[in-house]
């Protein structure tokens, strides 16, 4: 998380404070460009803590950069859908639960549901939509279709963000830790099964095996 | 607008929709062709799905990901109690918050479960929809309720409906003379088995866009049936039919909770007219749980007589089901239909309850009573000695209603036991339940399945061949994750010599040609004949064409490779880019899925056979391997047939050991409405699975000879895993979920009664 070089400019009221905080898109109707670099604070028994209700970030997502004004209740998830547009990425639980939305924030595969996106500032950021390389999918894209690790296809994209970043880490998994490491995401379908054959062969594949 | 109506109100039309579905031509043909038995090269094969890139690359659009210009974002208010009458709703305050254009009552005077919707309000964004879903005023007269079933069928317990007692008898149904057959048996026994309320959480919850162009809705919806919600909105909203279009493109699952029309997308309808500008609705996790659906429980008391050489002389259930403010579901398939058995009685009860409307969950009342009866039997097996799948040799037959009724058109459960058996090795299973010892015991068990999947006649298909030679297959069908886009291109490829890759598939509009929804196991046997029909229209024309240029009878080609050929001088040949070219504008082929031919019974059937791991010491369950061999006509694309049975089984997985709805008595409120509390099978959870298919041609239900699939791999998986738990450890347990308590209860009861 960025520190605290954030000066304090334009000081507003409380009230208009949690209207931003709470109200945010209303309080963006009203007076975006006042609270662009609104930065307030809290004291606590530490000392004064800043708080933004509204704060720049510059993400780098799939190797694009995006300068984007955000709220500070507003989740990376929300960002990448409602705000880039790149809806490959799922809101299932919406609460940390299934695993839907994993996208990989500085080649570390996290909710983005739980993720705020001022925390992102400045991180690099892959979703599904950056897997492929041009038009070459990536090996786990490619056995997913193979080896019809799928049904519906909503629970896809965070499966295999998943399963892109494990394999970099463990690029010889057994069958048990295929298992283990896809555990936190939820295939309603319940195409399990298929899912571990694709991420082994994928596995393979990437070995050159 | 005029009032709109009340779903409840127009519900039973809904609910019967499929066998009014039948009746849409005033008479429907009967099947006419001989079914095709020649060998395919496309058509069974294992075949990726077309559409895998887009999924693969997050470029799928569902309807989650889809966002109109001036769309707005509705929410909806939910009723905090479980029963009450609506005194008074005041909207003006929610009105005059900033970004809010549209707010309105949903005509409910009284609510009858938490999460009964009774206002809605549209603003530019959620989260100020959200806050002023706050601000509505409502004035509640909470009312006495009766949220569990126990409470409900209390004496003197507050009445759910107004109209009809809280227990209300739905089904009686008997052959036979069941005191005779008790009286004639060696052996009789009676056991009560319970299931609990399921919910369905597809992954994308559901969803809805509405957009009014004057007079012309047009509605993007997370559903399973385009033209079923089609039909349900025109009715909510008092508009002709033609007035209305919707399209799905992608679904994120549904398992049966978005067959019909929702709450949610009539006032989606409301708000859009009311704002002017397009709304679209996604309902949050919890209303998912509270509110869009579930699988009604069950108590099921079997009672059954056997001779000593395995007859089954009289089997007799009585079913308490509840599906909340709805009808619970028919359990009485298995026991009615499956065995040879001439007295047979049923009777079911719904007991209404102050709770989420029930929606048919992948193979409704199947799921339920299978897990009763297919448990009850291996209980009967084992009193008088025998093998459970040789009770269940003994008692086959191949006509329908245990034999009493007319014959099957084709059955191959036989043939099921058979790979089942061999595949498992069911030779292994302790001769006697519990044989085994040790802490961690060994156990098999199976248990068979019945469903239906004969389709229905009137659904359609068109081929559209364009002069440059590309191909569209077009019907209002829907690919629910099954892969019917896939195998309508497999279809039309094959038909036409060309590669599934070369056919544009057009569903999910009801712009298309009707077709019925997605649900029953009735995708593929309507669609596929009708696509068959089609493409063979379009092959035939393509071959009258040729036949002056190849200079031999339309009867002598064949289409393969691309190409138009002749079969006796395969030297004669023309490109089917050509041939397209001289029909010199698009030219569109129709194909219809015609009916049934009468005097025999249409069903899919499979058995599974299931090992075990049961840990005396903790009461876990661990499933290890399963074998499925299911019968289901020609299968269609083999790849997705052999997931979905994947799919059915890991469901079924998480059905008997796992998943349960829990209501506070106290308040009415659900406990768990998420992913986490309520339990899913995951990863961790799954077994080795195999899934066979018995390869059969159903000579007459269909052009194709082929059945569906989509419920038959979740039938019968739970009563399979309760029976290899009873030979693990030689105690049934006769309520799912088996989790570790009732397990380690069920052991301490065998225990005591020793």
């Keep these: 998380m960025e520190k605290t070089e954030h000066k304090k400019v334009n000081p507003v009221s409380r009230r208009d404070f949690i209207k931003g905080f709470g109200g945010g898109a209303v309080g963006a109707a009203i007076a975006p460009k006042l609270l662009a670099q609104e930065v307030n604070s809290i004291q606590t028994k530490r000392g004064e803590i800043p708080v933004y209700s509204r704060k720049q970030i510059t993400l780098s997502v799939n190797d694009q950069k995006h300068t984007l004004l955000v709220e500070s209740r507003e989740t990376l998830l929300d960002v990448l859908r409602e705000r880039l547009n790149l809806t490959g990425t799922k809101r299932i639980c919406n609460q940390g639960e299934c695993g839907g939305c994993t996208v990989l924030v500085d080649n570390k595969p996290i909710y983005a549901c739980l993720y705020l996106a001022v925390l992102a500032d400045g991180k690099k950021i892959k979703t599904i939509e950056g897997l492929a390389e041009g038009d070459k999918l990536h090996p786990v894209q490619q056995t997913f279709i193979d080896y019809d690790g799928y049904q519906c296809g909503f629970c896809t994209p965070g499966f295999i963000m998943a399963a892109t970043q494990f394999l970099q880490s463990n690029p010889d998994p057994s069958p048990g830790e295929i298992q283990k490491a896809l555990s936190g995401n939820i295939c309603r379908c319940g195409n399990y099964v298929r899912i571990h054959k694709s991420v082994a062969e994928a596995a393979k594949k990437m070995r050159g095996v | ?754």
């Design chain 2, 1 to 754: 607008m005029a009032k709109h109506r009340h779903l409840e109100d127009i519900k039973n039309s809904n609910l019967s929709y499929i066998e009014t579905a039948r009746d849409t031509r005033p008479e429907i043909p009967a099947a006419s062709e001989e079914m095709e038995q020649q060998e395919f090269k496309i058509i069974s094969t294992h075949t990726p799905r077309v559409d895998g890139h887009k999924i693969v690359t997050g470029k799928a659009p569902y309807t989650h990901d889809l966002k109109l210009r001036d769309m707005l974002h509705g929410k909806i208010l939910r009723s905090p109690h479980p029963k009450a009458e609506i005194v008074s709703i005041d909207l003006s305050q929610a009105e005059s918050l900033p970004g809010v254009k549209a707010a309105i009552e949903l005509g409910v005077k009284k609510v009858s479960y938490l999460g009964d919707r009774v206002a809605a309000v549209a603003a530019a964004d959620e989260q100020t929809a959200e806050n002023a879903l706050k601000l509505i005023k409502v004035e509640y007269n909470p009312l006495p309720y009766a949220v569990t079933e126990e409470k409900s069928k209390e004496e003197g317990s507050p009445q759910v409906h107004e109209k009809r007692k809280n227990i209300h008898k739905f089904n009686d149904q008997k052959r036979g003379d069941v005191e005779t057959g008790f009286a004639e048996a060696d052996v009789t026994a009676e056991h009560t088995y319970r299931t609990p309320v399921e919910i369905h959480h597809p992954a994308e919850t559901h969803a809805s866009i509405a957009k009014w162009d004057g007079d012309r809705l047009t509605v993007w919806d997370s559903t399973q049936g385009v033209h079923s919600v089609r039909d349900g909105l025109a009715q909510a909203l008092n508009i002709p039919i033609s007035k209305v279009k919707v399209i799905k493109h992608y679904m994120g699952g549904g398992f049966g909770s978005k067959l019909f029309v929702s709450e949610h997308t009539v006032a989606a309808a409301l708000l859009a007219k009311q704002a002017k500008q397009p709304v679209k609705i996604v309902l949050t996790r919890r209303e998912n749980a509270l509110c869009v659906g579930n699988r009604p429980s069950s108590l099921q008391t079997y009672k059954g007589g056997v001779k000593k050489d395995g007859t089954l002389t009289a089997l007799s259930l009585i079913n308490y089901t509840s599906g909340g403010i709805e009808q619970g579901d028919r359990c009485a398939e298995p026991i009615w239909d499956v065995y040879k058995c001439a007295n047979v009685s049923v009777k079911e009860y719904s007991v209404y309850t102050n709770t989420g409307p029930q929606r048919p969950a992948r193979a409704p009342g199947h799921v339920q009573g299978t897990f009763g009866f297919e448990g009850f039997l291996d209980e009967l097996a084992n009193q008088i000695d025998m093998d459970p799948l040789e009770l269940r040799r003994k008692n086959y037959t191949l006509k329908n209603q245990g034999d009493t009724g007319i014959p099957y058109s084709s059955k191959g459960l036989e043939k099921c036991y058979e790979l089942g058996a061999e595949n498992i090795g069911w030779h292994r299973r302790n001769k006697k339940p519990g044989d085994g010892t040790g802490t961690v015991r060994h156990g098999l068990g199976m248990a068979s399945q019945i469903w239906w999947g004969g389709g229905v006649p009137g659904t359609l298909a068109d081929v559209r061949i364009y002069p440059d030679g590309s191909v569209d297959v077009i019907s209002g069908t829907q690919d629910i994750g099954c892969g019917t886009r896939t195998f309508m291109a497999m279809i039309t490829a094959e038909t036409l010599g060309l590669e599934p890759q070369d056919i544009t598939v057009k569903i999910g509009n009801t712009d298309y040609p009707w077709a019925i929804l997605s649900g029953g196991s009735l995708t593929v046997p309507s669609v596929a004949p009708a696509v068959r029909r089609a493409a063979l229209e379009a092959a035939n024309h393509l071959k009258e064409m040729a036949t002056g240029l190849l200079k031999v009878p339309a009867s002598d080609i064949i289409l393969s490779d691309k190409k138009l050929m002749s079969k006796s001088n395969p030297e004669k040949t023309i490109d089917f880019t050509k041939i397209a070219r001289n029909l010199r504008r698009e030219t569109v082929f129709h194909g219809e899925r015609l009916g049934l031919p009468q005097g025999y019974a249409y069903n899919s059937f499979g058995a599974h056979f299931v090992e075990v791991e049961v840990n005396t010491k903790t009461g876990q369950i661990r499933v290890i391997k399963v074998v499925a061999a299911h019968e289901s006509g020609r299968i269609m694309n083999k790849q997705t047939a052999e997931s979905q049975v994947i799919g059915g089984i890991t469901q079924g997985i998480s059905t008997a050991l796992f998943e349960q709805r829990i209501l506070d008595e106290a308040t009415g409120t659900l406990v768990n409405p998420n992913m986490r509390d309520y339990k899913i099978a995951t990863a961790m959870d799954m077994p080795e699975i195999i899934p066979l298919f018995v390869d059969m041609v159903d000579p007459r239900i269909n052009i194709l000879g082929t059945k569906g699939l989509g419920e038959p791999p979740r039938i019968p998986i739970a009563a399979a895993i309760a029976n290899a738990v009873f030979n693990a450890v030689g105690v049934h347990v006769r309520e799912i979920p088996m989790t570790p308590d009732k397990v380690l209860n069920a052991l301490r009861q065998k225990e005591a009664s020793l």
